[in-house]
């Protein structure tokens, strides 16, 4: 599937992105990564959870994995993904 144009699309409760307009881009950040994101609101998110479409390349700057520190799960000692503390910021 062909990717958009700029970048990703990152959904979020307007109150956790205060500053910042719907469509803007903003610059989505973790301990380990940043990721070039463009805002969507939804006042029906809760306002800690951040949420992007999965896949999506790192060349492309679309995939939320530059974001994920490297971690074994305590379930079956798999990769524990979807789980990382982020923070936002106008660009």
């Not at 803007?24 to 998110?45: C, I, K, N, W």
């Amino acid at each position: 599937m062909p990717q958009a144009p700029g970048p990703p699309e990152l959904t979020v409760h307007p109150d956790a992105a205060p500053g910042c307009a719907e469509g803007q881009v903003a610059v989505l950040h973790s301990r380990v990564g940043e990721l070039r994101v463009t805002l969507h609101f939804d006042p029906t998110m809760r306002r800690d959870v951040a949420w992007m479409p999965k896949g999506g390349q790192v060349r492309n700057g679309h995939c939320a994995n530059v974001l994920v520190a490297a971690a074994e799960s305590d379930a079956g000692s798999g990769a524990a993904y979807y789980d990382e503390c982020v923070g936002l910021r106008p660009e």
